[in-house]
């Protein structure tokens, strides 16, 4: 039972290790992630320092990942990683219209995406998209 006024770590900082000891893997957690992620790498690891804050966590593991500089960490840390995440461009869509193969289909995907990116299709052609796409 906690103890009141007594803050409780509920987020940590972990590190995921290879069979020769070696960090592999550093990440933030709360609850089960550390176990999940053991058996996700099956590898063994432990748990660095816990944090009553996961402000606090997320620099603590930006700290880790920039010292011990893991293989398997696509990021620097912190609250996700943005570099990994794609931003479809126009020349991507144009690809993926070849890839495709159905006009009309990549013109209802291209025309979607245009929703969350307006920038995307230039606003007088919009009308000709969905003419391609609807008929």
Do not use: W
């Not at 593991?61 to 996700?80: D, Y």
């Not at 219209?97 to 995307?120: H, Q, T, W």
């Amino acid at each position: 039972m906690a103890q009141v006024g007594r803050p409780i770590n509920k987020f940590y900082v972990y590190a995921i290790k290879n069979e020769q000891g070696s960090i592999v893997y550093i990440g933030k957690g709360s609850g089960r992630r550390f176990e999940v992620q053991k058996k996700n790498f099956k590898l063994s690891g432990e748990i660095l320092e816990t944090f009553a804050s996961e402000k606090l966590a997320y620099a603590k593991e930006v700290e880790f990942i920039s010292l011990h500089q893991p293989s398997l960490n696509k990021c620097k840390g912190g609250n996700g990683c943005t570099a990994t995440k794609k931003r479809i461009v126009k020349q991507d869509y144009e690809k993926l219209i070849e890839r495709i193969g159905s006009r009309a289909c990549a013109a209802r995907l291209l025309l979607s995406y245009n929703k969350v990116n307006p920038s995307l299709i230039d606003q007088s052609k919009v009308d000709l998209f969905r003419e391609v796409a609807y008929g």
